[in-house]
Structure formats: C-alpha cells, structure tokens
C-alpha cells in the first residue's frame, strides 16, 4: 500500500509540472515514504459520458484504467497531484480523472442516505500547477476545482505550490528555488503520513 499516491497530469513527460513532482516525490521517498506514481497520458482514460450508469451503486461502468487509479488514491494516505495551467485551468489528461469521479460524488451524495461522518484527519493533498502567464487570476479556477475533486475523495487541500511564467520544457530549471520547495514539500508531506 502507498503512503503517497503522486498523479502526473501533464501531457509532456519532462514538463514543467513534471519535474516539479518528481522533485516532490523524491522528497517524500527521502523522508521515508512509498509513493506510487500514476501518469495520466499512459492510461486508457474515458472522458464522462454522463450515461449515470454509476447511479446503481456509484462505481463508474466504463471499463478502462480509472479504476486501477482511484484505487491507488484510495489506498493512499496522501495524494500528490500536478497540472500544467490551460486556458486557466488543469489539463485535459487531469480534468478527465477529475470528472470520472463524478461517480464517487454520486455514490457519496445521492447513492448514501446517510453520508459518512467526515474522518477527524481527512488525507492531505499537495497541488502543483505551472502556468505560462503572469496572469493575477490564473489559479484560481484550479485551486476552486481541486479544492471539490478533493473533497470528493476525502482528502483536503494541504498545500498548493503553483508556479507563473514556466512554459516551455525545461523552465523551471532556471528556478532552482521552486524546486527545493517542491522537494521540501514532498519531504513534509510524508513526515505528515509517517507520523
């Protein structure tokens, strides 16, 4: 079972984002923690359909990787996710998992009449996002849909690391500084779920 399940949700394997996570997760394997790293563009992933097979039972009837992946997040006792920013908001491979749990919103809010009481420590989740503007409201979309794609999953917003002007593959590199606290932010994560 992981301690961290780390979700990459950048189309480009050496993205901004990317490096950004594994720095984090190289941080929290450091401080001692097993982290399961899921890559979003390698999956077979369904967009929603909206077909509310899900409506029975609250699991989603489409057959592919979604699955294997919301059971690593459900093992875990902390979630690492990371974006690049579109159009201000998360990518596409990401908005895909995001909306696929649209079936554990219904389990949770129509399928069970009497919701289980929120867990007194629910599971920490650590946000990183790359966008290529300085735009002032750039994050604040990602920040409002990460906020409910985790509370859907018991999980809240421990810690968002979001980064403007890194567009092009390799940016970041020159910003040694958000590196480190990408990697002391995996390190204190996993002091969290080590504890």
């Not at 990787?65 to 920013?85: E, K, N, Q, T």
């Not at 749990?101 to 389990?107: H, I, T």
Request: proline residues 6%.
């Amino acid at each position: 079972m992981p301690d961290i399940v780390a979700i990459y949700g950048s189309p480009r394997r050496r993205g901004n984002t990317a490096t950004l996570l594994r720095e984090a997760v190289r941080g929290a394997t450091e401080a001692g923690a097993a982290v399961e790293e899921i890559v979003l563009r390698d999956l077979k992933l369904s967009p929603c359909l909206e077909i509310y097979g899900c409506k029975n039972d609250g699991r989603c009837v489409i057959q592919d990787d979604f699955h294997a992946v919301l059971g690593s997040i459900d093992r875990a006792l902390a979630v690492m996710l990371a974006s690049p920013i579109f159009f201000y908001t998360v990518s596409a491979h990401t908005k895909i998992l995001m909306d696929r749990c649209q079936s554990r919103w219904v389990k949770k809010y129509w399928i069970d009449p009497q919701p289980s009481p929120r867990p007194e420590a629910p599971r920490k989740g650590l946000f990183i996002a790359a966008g290529a503007t300085r735009g002032r409201r750039l994050f604040e979309g990602p920040l409002l849909t990460v906020r409910y794609f985790f509370d859907v999953l018991d999980t809240e917003l421990w810690r968002a690391l979001c980064y403007r002007q890194l567009d092009h593959e390799g940016d970041v590199l020159k910003h040694p500084d958000f590196l480190e606290e990408a990697h002391r932010a995996g390190r204190e994560l996993a002091a969290l779920v080590r504890q």
